[in-house]
Structure formats: structure tokens, C-alpha cells
């Protein structure tokens, strides 16, 4: 590395006790092999989603007393883990029907009133508490607008060919967690068209 002035920099070599240097490709592949095992410390009491350093703790109970049971048992088994739980990063979102009524429940850990939220953002779609779309559609409308905004705005200044290929990278990625990948073209040119109009 060196600095603005081209002069060499380095650092004193240091030996590692434990952990790994920071930004490391083997990093990424330790935390996985070390997390691999947790989801089977908490079978008993819930499920778990492990995507990449997120996990998604998920506790089906109709008792509310043993809902919350297994919830203060899957967090200490994930602290028995040597994984700190962030607790302001840590929510629970109770899924029920329309004619359902939400359970009243507070459940503190650690000094830590975990919050009750209405949705939440999972694996890329918002989700929520009556696992509607409605939420996720609405937040894909306001950004497929604001793409719409930038396309027209330069569209004046394309071919149609490079505005094709300017614009597919923009709304693929909006699309794709509505519709499968073939059909989200389609719906990216009914969209066009729509807001031409």
C-alpha cells in the first residue's frame, strides 16, 4: 500500500492468537462451518432461517406461556453459542389471521424490551403480520417510479437500443422478487407503458 506521496506503507507482522485477519476470504467460510450446528441446538423449540450472518429465529406456539418459553430458550441457546444476540436489531413479528386477535405479549431479555413490529424486511420481501404483499408492492411501486423518472429523463439522449440495454439492469433486480424471471420483462413493459400514459 502506499500513500499519497508514493511512499511504501506497512505495517509490523503481528501473530494471530485466535479469530482471523479482517476482510479475509477465509472468514466468511469459518463464521458458516461454526454456525452450521446451531439450528440443531434449537429443534425443539423453533426454527431457524441461517442466510449468510442473518438468522431468522421462527417459534410456532398457540400457548402463549410456552411461546414464550421457547423464545427465552432459543435466545440463551444461541448466547450458550457464543453468538451475541443484537437486541436492537432483534424483533418478533406474530403472524395471525383477520379474524384473529393479536396476543398481547412483552417479552424482555437481558435488561431489553424486545419490540412487537407490524412487518419486516425477510431475505429481500416485506413481509407482514397478516403476510400480506401489500406493504412489499408499495415499496416496489415507489422505486420502480423513481426508475421511471430516471429513464424518462434520459431518454431524449438514447437510441432505443442503449435505452433497452441502459434500462433492463435497473428494473430486473426491482422485479425479480415479484415474478419469475421470464415473466418480470414483461411486467417491466406493461409498467413502461403504463406510466407513459
Known amino acids: 500500500m502506499y500513500d499519497k506521496f508514493s511512499n511504501k506503507l506497512a505495517s509490523e507482522w503481528k501473530r494471530i492468537k485466535h479469530g482471523d485477519p479482517q476482510g479475509s476470504v477465509l472468514g466468511p467460510l469459518l463464521f458458516l462451518i461454526y454456525i452450521n450446528d446451531l439450528p440443531r441446538t434449537i429443534d425443539n423449540y423453533a426454527n431457524s432461517v441461517l442466510f449468510a450472518d442473518d438468522t431468522s429465529i421462527i417459534i410456532t406456539n398457540t400457548v402463549v406461556q410456552e411461546f414464550k418459553q421457547n423464545i427465552y430458550v432459543a435466545i440463551q441457546e444461541t448466547n450458550n453459542w457464543f453468538l451475541t444476540v443484537n437486541y436492537n ?9 383477520k ?3 393479536e396476543i398481547t405479549i412483552q417479552i424482555i ?8 413490529i407490524n412487518s419486516t424486511k425477510f431475505l429481500g420481501l416485506t413481509i407482514d403480520s397478516m403476510l400480506s404483499r401489500r406493504e412489499h408492492i408499495t415499496a416496489l411501486s415507489f422505486k420502480l417510479n423513481k426508475a421511471c423518472f430516471a429513464v424518462r429523463a434520459i431518454k431524449p439522449l438514447m437510441t432505443s437500443r442503449v435505452l433497452k ?8 433486480p426491482l422485479c425479480r422478487t415479484v415474478s419469475s424471471s421470464r415473466v418480470h420483462l414483461i411486467s417491466v413493459t406493461i409498467y413502461l407503458e403504463y406510466k407513459r400514459e
Not at 89 to 97: A, E, R
Not at 109 to 116: A, D, E, G, Y
Open 89 to 97: 436489531k432483534t424483533h418478533f413479528l406474530q403472524f395471525f389471521l
Open 109 to 116: 431479555t437481558s435488561n431489553t424490551i424486545l419490540s412487537n
Open 165 to 172: 440495454r441502459f434500462t433492463i439492469p435497473i428494473f430486473t
Open 99 to 101: 379474524k384473529q386477535n
